[in-house]
C-alpha cells in the first residue's frame, strides 16, 4: 500500500499537492510533515508531524516506522531568502536531499519527487525557448544548491537505481497562500493589492519577462510524472516544465481589463539582479514527449481565476 510523505507541506506547494494526493489515495495514507508547529487549517483532515528536514535521525526513524513509500521532499529556502542567508540555504536544501536520497538507496523508499527550477539556469543561457539540455551557470544560492542536486538526483539513479523524479518549476501562481520569498512572488502578490484596491508596487521592472505557471497546472504535472511509469522517465535530473510567460506589464494589463482603477508602479530591488539571469521561456518538450505533459491555463484564465478566488484575509493571519 502506498503511504505518502510531503516534508515541507506548509508551503506554497506542499498546501495544494497533500490535498490533491488525500483527494487520490485517502487522508490517512499522507502524512503531512512541517517544521512548524502547528498543523495549517487546510491540512487538518489528515495526519500532520512537526519535522526538520535538517535532523537526519529524526527523518529517517519516522520514515522507517512509519514505512512511507514515496517521498515529496519540498523543504528549501527559496531564491531572494535564500540570498539572505547562503550558508542556511545551501545547509537546507542539500542536506535535506541526501537524507531522503540515502533511504532510497537503502530500499526504506521506493519512489523520491524533489523539485528543482528555473533558477539553475544563469546569465550565459539561452533565454528564449531553453533547451532541456544547456548552458547552466547559475549566480544565486539558491540555483547553485538546485543544480547541485540534479547532478546528485541523476547520480544516485545511474548508480544505485533510487526512482527519483524532478521538475524545474517555473515561478508558481496560487490563491491558496502567501507568496514564500522567490523572485516571481510579484506575480501572486500582485493580485492580493489587486482585490484590495491598492496601489501596487512592483520590484520587478515592467518589461521582466518570466516563466509562469498556475499553481494547479504544477500540481498536476507533480502527480503526472511520479504516476508515470518508470520506463517513460528518461532525464534523471530535471525536467523543464512550461506553462505561461509574462512581464508585469502584461499581468497589469490583464488586470485592468477586470479592475480599470488599479495602479501599478514599479521600483526594481535586489531581485531584479536574479531575475535578470533566468530564462523568458522555456522549451518543455522533453515532458510532453515522456510523459505527456499539458498545460491548461493560459495568462488570460490565471487572471480570471487568481481575481476570482484570492482572499484578502489571509494577509492577516
Known amino acids: 500500500?502506498?503511504?505518502?510523505?510531503?516534508?515541507?507541506?506548509?508551503?506554497?506547494?506542499?498546501?495544494?499537492?497533500?490535498?490533491?494526493?488525500?483527494?487520490?489515495i485517502g487522508n490517512d495514507q499522507v502524512v503531512a510533515a512541517d517544521i512548524k508547529e502547528q498543523c495549517p487549517d487546510a491540512l487538518l483532515n489528515?495526519?500532520?508531524?512537526?519535522?526538520?528536514?535538517?535532523?537526519?535521525?529524526?527523518?529517517?526513524?519516522f520514515i522507517i516506522e512509519e514505512k512511507i513509500t514515496e517521498v515529496y521532499l519540498l523543504a528549501?529556502?527559496?531564491?531572494?531568502?535564500a540570498e539572505k542567508n547562503p550558508a542556511f540555504a545551501w545547509k537546507l536544501n542539500m542536506e535535506g536531499l541526501f537524507t531522503i536520497l540515502d533511504l532510497a538507496k537503502e530500499g526504506h523508499v521506493k519512489k523520491i519527487f524533489w523539485p528543482s527550477s528555473i533558477a539553475v539556469?544563469?546569465?550565459?543561457?539561452?533565454?528564449?525557448?531553453?533547451?532541456?539540455?544547456?548552458?547552466?551557470?547559475?549566480?544565486?544560492?539558491?540555483?547553485?544548491?538546485?543544480?547541485?542536486?540534479e547532478r546528485w538526483c541523476e547520480y544516485y539513479y545511474d548508480q544505485y537505481g533510487v526512482d527519483v523524479r524532478s521538475i524545474r518549476y517555473p515561478g508558481l501562481i496560487?490563491?491558496?497562500?502567501?507568496?514564500?520569498?522567490?523572485?516571481?512572488?510579484?506575480?501572486?502578490?500582485i493580485f492580493y493589492q489587486a482585490k484590495l484596491r491598492n496601489k501596487?508596487?512592483?520590484?520587478?521592472?515592467?518589461?521582466?519577462?518570466?516563466?509562469?505557471?498556475?499553481?494547479?497546472?504544477?500540481?498536476?504535472?507533480?502527480?503526472?510524472?511520479?504516476?508515470?511509469?518508470?520506463?517513460?522517465?528518461?532525464?534523471?535530473?530535471?525536467?523543464?516544465?512550461?506553462?505561461?510567460?509574462?512581464t508585469p506589464k502584461e499581468v497589469t494589463e490583464e488586470i485592468l481589463l477586470h479592475q480599470p482603477e488599479f495602479e501599478v508602479n514599479y521600483e526594481p530591488?535586489?531581485?531584479?539582479?536574479?531575475a535578470d539571469t533566468w530564462p523568458g521561456s522555456i522549451d518543455d518538450n522533453s515532458s510532453r514527449n515522456d510523459w505527456g505533459?499539458?498545460?491548461?491555463?493560459?495568462?488570460?484564465?490565471?487572471?480570471?481565476?487568481?481575481?476570482?478566488?484570492?482572499?484578502?484575509?489571509?494577509?492577516?493571519?
Do not use: H
Open 1 to 24: 500500500m502506498r503511504k505518502i510523505l510531503v516534508i515541507g507541506a506548509g508551503g506554497q506547494i506542499g498546501i495544494e499537492l497533500v490535498i490533491r494526493l488525500r483527494q487520490m
Open 46 to 61: 489528515g495526519p500532520y508531524e512537526r519535522m526538520d528536514a535538517l535532523e537526519r535521525d529524526d527523518v529517517r526513524s
Open 76 to 81: 528549501a529556502l527559496l531564491s531572494a531568502t
Open 121 to 149: 539556469f544563469g546569465p550565459t543561457t539561452p533565454q528564449v525557448n531553453t533547451p532541456q539540455l544547456t548552458i547552466m551557470e547559475p549566480t544565486t544560492v539558491y540555483g547553485i544548491s538546485k543544480q547541485a542536486g
Open 174 to 189: 496560487s490563491y491558496t497562500s502567501l507568496p514564500g520569498g522567490g523572485t516571481t512572488d510579484y506575480a501572486v502578490d
Open 200 to 246: 501596487y508596487t512592483c520590484f520587478l521592472s515592467e518589461n521582466t519577462r518570466l516563466p509562469m505557471m498556475y499553481m494547479q497546472d504544477a500540481i498536476r504535472a507533480t502527480i503526472e510524472l511520479m504516476d508515470a511509469p518508470k520506463n517513460k522517465i528518461k532525464i534523471r535530473s530535471s525536467y523543464n516544465l512550461s506553462g505561461c510567460n509574462f
Open 269 to 274: 530591488d535586489f531581485r531584479q539582479k536574479i
Open 293 to 317: 505533459w499539458c498545460e491548461q491555463v493560459d495568462l488570460k484564465e490565471l487572471v480570471r481565476l487568481m481575481l476570482l478566488n484570492v482572499n484578502v484575509e489571509l494577509l492577516t493571519k
